[in-house]
């Protein structure tokens, strides 16, 4: 179990750990790329790495080959920056935040998302040394690109000329729906897009979308989810390997000899007898309120059920069904991991995986198999 020091040097040991299993997120970055069958698979690595550290995730999927990372923001591109060499790195949110002069200074490539940025960037490109600019448009999200129509001004004004290795991309909607015919319509809607720049390198797919098929594949896949272990087929069976687990250590057992009400707002009502275990965990480390009175953790082989309100520190478990010596302060409890999946239990809690991991705390301690720099 993993232990920190605390301020005096003594070493404690940690209330929650969460552990970060960077060989499997090596497994399913090759496991995709067999999937592509030799096209370019990138990561995505935006807020931390889906939370689970970009720094170490970018490294590991370095040294197994990937050489295109997508950031959101810029300051998360230039963090990266130094750890990763002949690598492109983009920021998705597009050439904002920061001047042009600083995303060539630091070797960052914005995705362009509309005809003002593609303009401004074309003016500093040449200085670029790699793929010197995305073209993002939007086929179908609504949210962030050029119009399809910007396509045809796109190739007729002239501006291309300053970008000789561009990549062309756009984003799925309802890719982790199989039967959805949105997947189809965006995909016309792209060649659409891609016969006015047929010049260029093109991408479509993000995880869900690597298994919508070849005719979704293109040049470069995004995949950013699945990598961490999430499912990208939610009706199937998940093809990916877990990666994450979180553990959390029981305070106190409580003995209960006549019913009585657990928590606030006293939303749970026990048995008696039974005993209800106190975890190190709340909903200030990301263990959202959506798990009170439905969550679930694993001890001892055995789903326990979170019972009353999760606290902004605490969450209540029955641990009435593991044997006494087995359920004991200090034992330490699985709220996530190969026996209970984020995608399982996001869904528990009224959310996604995507929301769950990106929003699990920074009070864990936090340990990584398989680092680099190790
Ligand atoms: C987040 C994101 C991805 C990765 O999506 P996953 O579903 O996590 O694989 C790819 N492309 C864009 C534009 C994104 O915003």
């Keep these: 179990m ?43 690595v935006k807020a931390d790495g889906y939370g689970v550290g970009a720094a170490k995730v970018a490294q590991r999927l370095h040294a197994e080959g990937c050489r295109h990372f997508f950031c959101a923001h810029f300051d998360e591109a230039i963090a990266l920056r130094p750890l990763l060499r002949n690598s492109a790195i983009y920021v998705l949110n597009g050439l904002i935040g ?33 793929r010197e600019a995305v073209f993002h448009f939007d086929t179908g999200m609504t949210r962030l690109g050029l119009e399809v129509g910007d396509a045809e001004r796109l190739a007729l004004s002239g501006l291309l000329d300053a970008f000789s290795d561009a990549l062309v991309m756009s984003h799925l909607a309802c890719s982790e729906e199989r039967d959805n015919p949105m997947n189809r319509r965006q995909l016309e809607r792209f ?9 260029y390198p093109a991408s479509l797919a993000n995880s869900s ?67 209800i275990a106190t975890i190190a965990l709340g909903y200030a480390d990301g263990y959202v309120r959506g798990f009170g009175n439905r969550g679930q953790v694993v001890l001892a082989g055995r789903k326990l059920p979170v019972v009353g309100r999760v606290s902004m520190d605490l969450v209540t478990i029955d641990v009435t069904d593991v044997p006494e010596d087995l359920a004991q302060p200090g034992t330490y409890v699985d709220v996530l991991g190969e026996h209970n999946p984020i995608d399982e239990a996001a869904a528990r809690a009224g959310t996604i995986g995507y929301e769950l991991l990106t929003r699990l705390g920074k009070r864990f301690a936090r340990r990584y198999i398989g680092a680099v720099d190790d």
């Design 191 to 199: 060649h659409d897009v891609l016969r006015w720049l047929p010049q």
């Design 2 to 44: 993993a232990n920190r020091a605390n301020a005096t040097g003594k070493v404690e040991r940690a209330v929650s750990v969460f552990s970060v299993d960077l060989d499997a997120i090596a497994d399913n970055y090759r496991y995709l790329r067999e999937r592509l069958g030799g096209i370019e698979c990138a990561a995505v």
């Design 98 to 130: 920061a001047k042009p002069d600083d995303f060539v200074g630091h070797d960052v490539i914005p995705v362009l998302n509309d005809l003002g940025q593609v303009y401004a960037w074309s003016r500093h490109s040449g200085t670029v040394k790699r």
């Design 209 to 275: 979308g690597i298994f919508l098929g070849g005719d979704f594949h293109f040049d470069m896949a995004r995949p950013g989810y699945a990598l961490y272990g999430g499912n990208p087929l939610p009706d199937q069976p998940n093809p990916m390997r877990n990666a994450v687990r979180l553990e959390s250590m029981i305070l106190q057992v409580r003995a209960i000899v006549e019913p009585r009400t657990v928590g606030y707002g006293a939303t749970y009502k026990t048995d008696a007898p039974s005993r």
